[in-house]
């Protein structure tokens, strides 16, 4: 990976959005009104003002309506690709996998349905060169999501999903970067978690630790449309 403007960010907006009930019922999430805008508006505004100039849009579920609002990216001032699930959803590890001809040396990883304040520049420079991927994590203390990472001395000890811990007080924040020597790891026959892949990673020793201080915001569930609402607003 060169530089921040030639590596692609991976959206990863492929699921269904059952959580949002019937606000979902007849558009994908990306496409959830915030703020005045679809959703998918901000996150690209986002990214092309931290100096992403690539990206890459993991659809499925609606794809087709995602690929004809945002289309080729031009006047968000970027240029968006595309990789389809197709028939079949094959979770966040197999969405990574499937795009993987478009992804070079490696690329970013982001929540579809996340907004991050953070600095992109940042995150690039400390992966370590000797590392295969870089987690951002915050000090979470199960605040927001359940905490899943230990993160110890600047150093990423563990993380899980389903085995949660006393000493887990961070959390994955929603966005990672991975070299392709990661991505190639990731079964490309059938469906997976990228959480399988974290995992297998910070346990390896593979994975830098980023922390970052302040708080995401989702629109994954009704209450978390509401807060990233106001944040915008506030931010606007």
């Known amino acids: 990976m060169q530089d921040l403007a030639s590596t692609p960010v991976l959206i990863l907006a492929g699921g ?18 915030l703020a005045g805008k679809p959703f998918i508006d901000h996150q690209l505004a986002g990214l092309f003002a931290q100096g992403v100039r690539e990206v890459v849009m993991c659809v499925g579920h609606f794809a087709d309506q995602i690929r004809g609002h945002v289309g080729g990216g031009e006047r968000f001032g970027l240029r968006v690709r595309y990789s389809d699930d197709g028939a079949t959803l094959r979770g966040t590890g197999g969405a990574v996998r499937r795009a993987l001809p478009l992804v070079g040396d490696g690329c970013f990883v982001l929540y579809g349905d996340s907004i991050l304040d953070l600095s992109y520049r940042a995150a690039f420079a400390a992966l370590s060169p000797t590392a295969l991927g870089l987690m951002t994590v915050f000090r979470n203390e199960n605040s927001f999501d359940k905490s899943n990472v230990v993160f110890r001395n600047g150093r990423l000890v563990r993380y899980s999903k389903q085995a949660a811990s006393a000493d887990m007080t961070h959390i994955d924040y929603g966005l990672s970067l991975l070299r392709r020597a990661a991505i190639e790891r990731i079964p490309a026959e059938h469906p997976s978690d990228l959480a399988d892949l974290y995992s297998a990673l910070v346990a390896s020793g593979e994975m830098t630790g980023y922390e970052v201080t302040r ?5 994954g569930s009704p209450s978390g449309l509401r807060e990233a609402e106001e ?6």
């Open 16 to 33: 269904k959005a059952t959580r949002l009930g019937e606000v979902t019922k007849t558009i994908p999430k990306a496409l959830v009104p």
């Open 215 to 219: 708080r995401f915001y989702e629109i």
């Open 231 to 236: 944040f915008l607003r506030r931010a606007a």
